[in-house]
C-alpha cells in the first residue's frame, strides 16, 4: 500500500522536536550521568590517564592550555612603578581621558635681555674701565628668568598666529584659550564685584556636596551655582575640576542640606564699570540727599543694573571681549609670563628653549654683544681666540713708555717682566722702587694707563698688556670663593659695585626682581633700545672664566 493509501493519522503530521516525541524515560536515560558546560552547552569529556586535560575549560579554551595568569590589582607594569591595591571599600581609580600627542610648534624663538635690566649693566660698564667677562652677564640673565624676555615668531610659509590678551600681553595659540583667559583672569576689569543678601534656595535638593578639603559647601548638584563653585574652589585649591570632583562628599542628611542653604544666603553680583568719566558732583537736590561737609552730594542708591556670572560673562563675550585681543605672526614678552600660557605646545618649545639656554646661551650671548657694540664697547678674548670673551669700556692701545713720566714708565717695566701681576702687587713694588715719591701720586698717574687702554684691568684685579688676546688668570681666592658658594648656592650676594682701581672682584649690576613690561611687538637683539633710568640692585659677583671653555660662542667679527 501506497503513502497515498495509508490513512491520515500515520502520515506524521506530528510537527514537536524529536526530542519532545520521545518518552520522559528514554530521554532521561540517554543523558543521564554527563556533564556539560553551562557556557558552551557541549559536553565535558573525562580527563585521560596519562596525558593532559582535553575537556574544556571555562575560558573556552578545548586544547588544555592553561589561561596566562590575570594582572593582581597593584602590580607593577613594566617600566612602571607599583601600585598601591586598592583597599576593601575603597572607589574604584578613575582614568583620565587618553593624551593625544603634542604636535611640536613651527616657530622661531630667541631670549633676549629685559632692556631695564639691560640699562642697569650698561651704567655700571660706562662707570668703570675694568674688563668683565660677558659669560657671566648671561648667567645673571638665565639665573632670573624675570629679567629676559622671550620672542616669538612664526615662519611666513605657515598659518601659524598668536593672540595676545592687551590688558595683561599673555600670549596663546588659539582665539578660544585667550578669550576664556579673559573671562577667567579679568572679568573684574570690567565689573564691580559685590556681595549681597538674598533668600536661601528654594526647590527640591536631595543632596548636596560639601569639600573634605577645607570644610566648605559646594552647593547642590542640581543647583544653577554648582558649577561656578565647584570652578571656584578647584582654582583655588590649585586643581583640576575633574581632580577636584573627587575630593567632595556627597550628603543627604537634612541637617547638611538645610545647613548648606542658611551658607548661600548672599549672593554675588557684577554691575558693569561705568564706561566715560564721573561727572562732576552736584548739589543735592531737595529731598534727594544730603550734603556732605565738603559741600558734594550724598551717595545715591545703587542703580546700574546687577548680574549673575553668567549674564557678565555673556556681556563681556558679547560687547567687550573682541576688542580685548589681537594677532600676530610675533610676539615678545616676559619669559615669566610666557610660562603661564594656556598652549601647551607654547609652553613646551619654551621649556626646552630655556634648557638649551643653559647649556649653550646662543640667543642671549649674541643678544649682550650685539648691546655692547652699539654702545662702542670693546670685545675681546683673553689668552687666545679660543679663550673667554670681556667687555670693557676701554679701546686696548698699547703704549711706548720711551718719553714718559717715571713712575708711568716704572709701571709697564713691572707689568711688562711681570705678567698676570694684580694691581695689588704693581702698587707694592712701585712703593719700593719709588719710595722718594707718594704712592697716592703714583696711583693716580698709573690709572691713567687703565682709563686709556695701555694696561687691562681684569674684574678680578689682574693685570695684562694690551695684545690681541690679553693674558689673563684666575686668582686662588676666587677658586676658593666658588668652592665655599656651593653649598649655599641661591642666596643672594652681596650688594656690591664696581669701582675704579679695585683690589677685590667687583660685581656686576644686575636686576633683581624686575617690574613686568608690556610686551613689546619688535626686539632687535643688535639695536637695544634707549637706557632707560633704573637704579641699580644687588647682584651675584661674577667669577673668573677658564680659558678655553667648552660650548663657548666665539666672536662674530
Known amino acids: 500500500m501506497s503513502d497515498a493509501d495509508k490513512p491520515e493519522e500515520s502520515l506524521g503530521f506530528d510537527f514537536a522536536p524529536a526530542w519532545a516525541r520521545e518518552s520522559a524515560d528514554a530521554y532521561v536515560s540517554r543523558y543521564q550521568g554527563k556533564n556539560y558546560d553551562e557556557r558552551t552547552g557541549r559536553e565535558e569529556r573525562p580527563r585521560r590517564e596519562g596525558g593532559r586535560d582535553r575537556s574544556p575549560r571555562r575560558d573556552g579554551r578545548e586544547d588544555g592550555r592553561a589561561r596566562p595568569p590575570r594582572r593582581r590589582e597593584g602590580a607593577a607594569a613594566e617600566g612602571g612603578e607599583r601600585r598601591a591595591p586598592r583597599r576593601e571599600g575603597e572607589a574604584p581609580r578613575a582614568r583620565g581621558p587618553r593624551r593625544e600627542p603634542v604636535k611640536p610648534l613651527d616657530a622661531e624663538i630667541r631670549i633676549l635681555p629685559n632692556q631695564k635690566n639691560l640699562g642697569v649693566i650698561i651704567k655700571t660698564l660706562q662707570g668703570t674701565h675694568v674688563a668683565f667677562p660677558v659669560k657671566k652677564f648671561v648667567n645673571l640673565f638665565l639665573e632670573n ?138 548739589p543735592a537736590a531737595e529731598g ?90 670693546a670685545l675681546f678674548r683673553g689668552n687666545d681666540a679660543r679663550g673667554p670673551e670681556f667687555v670693557a669700556n676701554t679701546t686696548l692701545a698699547p703704549f711706548t713708555a720711551e718719553h714718559a713720566v717715571r713712575e708711568i714708565q716704572a709701571a709697564l717695566d713691572y707689568v711688562t717682566a711681570h705678567p698676570l701681576c694684580t694691581r695689588a702687587e704693581l702698587l707694592t713694588a712701585l712703593k719700593t722702587d719709588l719710595a722718594d715719591m707718594d704712592i697716592a701720586v703714583v696711583a693716580r698717574q698709573i690709572a691713567f694707563l687703565f682709563q686709556k687702554g695701555h694696561i687691562v684691568e681684569y674684574y678680578n684685579g689682574v693685570l695684562a698688556l694690551p695684545e690681541a688676546n690679553p693674558k689673563f688668570r684666575r686668582l686662588p681666592e676666587e677658586t676658593r670663593r666658588e668652592e665655599a658658594a656651593k653649598p649655599e648656592a641661591g642666596t643672594p650676594a652681596e650688594e656690591a659695585a664696581p669701582v675704579d682701581g679695585p683690589t677685590e672682584p667687583p660685581a656686576a649690576e644686575a636686576p633683581a626682581e624686575p617690574a613686568v613690561e608690556e610686551p613689546t611687538q619688535a626686539s632687535e637683539a643688535e639695536a637695544p633700545a634707549p637706557e632707560p633710568e633704573a637704579q641699580p640692585a644687588p647682584a651675584e659677583e661674577p667669577a673668573a672664566e677658564e680659558p678655553h671653555e667648552e660650548g663657548e660662542p666665539h666672536a662674530a667679527e
Not at 334 to 344: D, E, I, M, W
Request: aromatic share 8%.
Open 145 to 282: 628668568p624675570q629679567a629676559c624676555l622671550v620672542r616669538f615668531e612664526a615662519k611666513p610659509e605657515t598659518e601659524t598666529r598668536f593672540w595676545s590678551c592687551k590688558r595683561c600681553g599673555l600670549v596663546a595659540l588659539s582665539e578660544a584659550e585667550i578669550a576664556q583667559h579673559i573671562l577667567t583672569s579679568h572679568l573684574g576689569d570690567f565689573f564691580d564685584v559685590a556681595e549681597e543678601p538674598c533668600e536661601p534656595p528654594a526647590g527640591n535638593f536631595p543632596r548636596v556636596a560639601k569639600c573634605t578639603i577645607t570644610g566648605e559647601w559646594v552647593g547642590a548638584p542640581n543647583h544653577h551655582s554648582y558649577r561656578h563653585r565647584v570652578a571656584e574652589l578647584a582654582a583655588r585649591a590649585g586643581m583640576p575640576e575633574r581632580d577636584y570632583l573627587r575630593t567632595v562628599e556627597m550628603r543627604t542628611d537634612p541637617e547638611s542640606i538645610e545647613a548648606w542653604k542658611q551658607s548661600v544666603t548672599k549672593q554675588t553680583v557684577y554691575r558693569l564699570k561705568p564706561q566715560t568719566a564721573p561727572e562732576e558732583p552736584k
Open 288 to 377: 534727594t540727599g544730603e550734603a556732605t561737609p565738603e559741600g558734594e552730594a550724598a551717595p545715591a542708591e545703587e542703580t546700574r543694573p546687577a548680574y549673575n556670572r553668567d549674564q557678565a560673562e555673556a556681556i563681556l563675550r558679547r560687547d567687550l571681549l573682541a576688542a580685548q585681543m589681537t594677532s600676530a605672526k610675533h610676539v615678545c614678552l616676559p619669559v615669566t609670563l610666557a610660562q603661564t600660557s594656556p598652549s601647551l605646545p607654547l609652553r613646551l618649545l619654551l621649556k626646552y628653549t630655556l634648557r638649551d639656554e643653559q647649556r649653550y646661551p646662543r640667543s642671549l650671548f649674541f643678544a649682550l654683544r650685539g648691546a655692547f657694540r652699539h654702545h662702542k664697547f
